[in-house]
């Protein structure tokens, strides 16, 4: 069984900040990784996926995996308040299971 | 494209009584599964399809839970009995193809609160 540990818990940050989200897992095998947003009361949507070691850059979203240190992160840019979310951390070790962390809430204030 | 479907929204009920969500995946996604979330928490899997059989429901969490997918399209999460610690949403998410690469999408959920 996967173990998928996000951090920090709860985060605040004014509107314009610069906002990290950091997740751990537990299987060095796995290989395919996701961040998944979800604003209260709807639908978790995938926001971005890593496939390999390094970064990946979408618009004020970048993922960093580190896999030797079983690490992947999260951080966005210019923080709008329209990003206050729930939002989750996704590993699959294998072939169709996707495990998920227990997720970071994000505040921006304007 | 449409999206996930679920129905209802919300559910209210005491202990004892029975209760059943309903699943309409993305059309042409073969592979369904039904997550729970407790309040403020990560979606924990409770089991997953391939069409229409079960490839993995070793998740879920007693012989009162159960679910259906019978024609490989939409699919049936039901409880008997209910508890107290099932208080949750359940939500169901799909996706294309067998591949590992592919996206899981998923619907609102149901929100059940049991008294």
């Known amino acids: 069984q996967q173990n998928v540990q996000q951090s920090p818990e709860s985060l605040i940050v004014p509107e314009g900040a610069r906002t990290s989200l950091n997740c751990t897992f537990s299987?060095?095998?796995?290989?395919y990784f996701w961040w998944y947003r979800q604003h209260s009361g709807k639908a978790p949507k995938a926001l971005m996926?890593?496939?390999?070691?390094g970064e990946k850059e979408e618009g004020r979203f970048t993922i960093h995996l580190n896999k030797a240190s079983l690490h992947f992160s999260l951080h966005i840019r210019d923080s709008q308040p329209s990003d206050s979310a729930l939002y989750l951390c996704?590993?699959?070790?294998?072939?169709?299971?996707?495990?998920f962390g227990s997720g970071t809430k994000l505040t921006v204030e304007p | 494209e449409a999206g996930v479907t679920q129905s209802p929204r919300y559910a209210v009920l005491q202990e004892g009584q029975a209760v059943s969500f309903w699943c309409d995946p993305i059309?042409?996604?073969?592979?369904l599964y039904w997550y729970q979330q407790p309040r403020d928490q990560g979606p924990q899997l409770l089991v997953y399809f391939r069409d229409e059989a079960v490839i993995d429901n070793s998740q879920l969490p007693s012989d009162r839970f159960s679910a259906v997918r019978p024609k490989g399209t939409n699919s049936t999460l039901k409880i008997q009995s209910a508890k107290q610690g099932d208080t949750a949403t359940y939500l169901c998410?799909?996706?294309?193809?067998?591949?590992?690469?592919?996206?899981?999408?998923f619907g609102a959920g149901t929100r059940l609160s049991v008294l």
């Open positions: 996704a590993v699959r070790p294998n072939y169709n299971v996707l495990y």
């Open positions: 059309s042409g996604h073969d592979t």
């Open positions: 998410a799909s996706s294309r193809d067998w591949g590992p690469r592919n996206t899981l999408y």
């Open positions: 996926s890593i496939f390999s070691n």
């Open positions: 299987d060095s095998a796995s290989q």
